[in-house]
């Protein structure tokens, strides 16, 4: 018998909030409507009791309601919570770019490996990998429970589900024909490799159905690679027509220390639409105002919009995190390609210091070993400064017609061959006396 619990039943009509992992979204498994439908009450069930960990016990009265079952029929019941433990799933599809050609058993858990109904009440656990992640999900999206009830199929509640998330950002990725299929949980049906088939018995009918009974509209979107579909995403855009209770009208009517004030509900809405829980909503609004979020989020907008993004939420987060679109981030940008121009600036000017100093040195070096030299000893210096050339494969000398430039280049070689061939290793305690007695005084 389970402990003696403290029971809040919400109204049959009221609009019920499910953080639910995007991960657990994006499944590959064999689920009916109902098992669907139990998956998501049993995660909404855990949260509200989050500190129960290992086991969990709702009532069945409660669970009825949820399901949206008219009477208590437990033989339905007992079936699908009997169906539950023998379900393997595969899950994060699009999050962790699952290899679905692959034939091996990894990647695959049982959601909910014990279930079982009694005394009025249906037992179950949670796998303890997916329960730490239902706790502290990397990415969610928030689900109205009582929209669940008004799907009537499950291609349609999991197409609901994964076009949800893209609520308030305009649509979905494009998504591969067989992930696609993966998801609508059809790919071992050999009828839907026919894109004909899965077009007129999944896509079609399941975005009607959304917008015709639930709160977002679902428009299907597909890429061809010449005459042949390969991809499809989904335009999402909020249903004017939904007139059952909505999480939006829900939070609007909270009152609280962490709700938002009236006249910035739009703003509150539109964060929590992109996957920010309310307490990070919240904050975000204490800390920037309406228009450094609306920027920041139209930003994001964009860049969905462009393609090649997976988790719209956490793109947000970062953009909010990082003003990319706010005038903070533009100066800062140009201040960072201020700083590195001028430190590319200075260090060109030390190196062009370095080598003049160099150079000077060099030709002190040069100066002073010549003035040592007698009218023989010099004689012979060049003449070996003429075989050196000589050795030069090829010798600059002979490809120059000019009287100027042989005069130029004659000096710049015989520097290199004093440097090299005749003058001692200078010591650098030398060449900072030489500095030091040629720098400039003030």
């Known amino acids: ?183 609508m949980g059809v790919d071992h049906n050999p009828t839907y490799d026919a894109f004909k088939h899965l077009n007129n018995k999944i896509i079609k009918p399941s975005a009607r159905q959304i917008t015709e009974r639930t709160s977002i509209r679902v428009t299907p979107e597909f890429w061809r690679r010449g005459r042949t579909v390969t991809h499809v995403r989904f335009k999402v855009e909020d249903n004017p027509d939904f007139k059952g209770p909505s999480l939006r009208s829900s939070k609007k009517a909270t009152t609280g220390p962490s709700q938002p004030d009236c006249d910035r509900g739009p703003v509150y809405d539109a964060l929590r639409n992109h996957g920010i829980d309310d307490r990070g909503a919240s904050q975000i609004m204490r800390v920037h105002d309406d228009d450094y979020i609306k920027a920041n989020l ?68 040069i100066e002073q070993a010549l003035a040592g030299l007698d009218d023989e000893e010099t004689e012979k210096l060049y003449s070996a400064f003429e075989a050196w050339l000589d050795t030069r494969t090829p010798n600059p000398l002979r490809y120059i017609r000019s009287e100027a430039a042989i005069k130029a280049v004659r000096k710049t070689e015989f520097r290199a061959y004093m440097d090299e061939a005749v003058l001692p290793s200078p010591s650098q305690a030398d060449q900072r006396r030489f500095l030091s007695n040629t720098k400039p005084t003030e």
């Open 1 to 183: 018998m389970p402990e003696q619990l403290t029971l809040t039943y919400p109204a049959r009509h009221e609009a019920i909030a499910l953080r639910k992992p995007s991960r657990a979204i994006q499944v590959k498994a064999q689920w009916s409507l109902h098992q669907r439908r139990t998956a998501n009450v049993f995660f909404w069930w855990a949260l509200k009791h989050e500190r129960r960990r290992g086991v969990f016990h709702i009532p069945v009265r409660l669970f009825c309601d949820l399901m949206g079952y008219s009477t208590n029929n437990y033989a339905q019941i007992r079936q699908s919570i009997a169906d539950m433990e023998n379900c393997r799933v595969r899950w994060g599809l699009i999050d962790d770019d699952v290899d679905l050609a692959a034939e091996a058993d990894t990647g695959y858990v049982v959601f909910f490996p014990r279930a079982l109904y009694s005394r009025g009440f249906i037992t179950y656990s949670i796998e303890s990998g997916v329960y730490e992640h239902l706790l502290e999900p990397d990415m969610f999206e928030i689900l109205n429970l009582y929209e669940q009830k008004q799907v009537s199929t499950v291609h349609a509640l999991s197409l609901w589900e994964n076009c949800s998330r893209y609520r308030g950002v305009g649509g979905s990725g494009w998504i591969p024909l067989e992930v696609f299929r993966a998801l």
């Open 298 to 365: 139209a930003w994001t907008r964009d860049a969905v919009e462009r393609g090649g993004v997976e988790t719209p939420s956490g793109l947000a987060i970062w953009a909010l995190n990082n003003d990319k679109a706010g005038h903070q981030w533009a100066t800062e940008k140009k201040q960072r390609e201020a700083a590195r121009t001028q430190a590319e600036a200075d260090e060109l000017r030390e190196e062009a210091n370095t080598r003049r100093e160099a150079e000077a040195f060099l030709d002190y070096r």
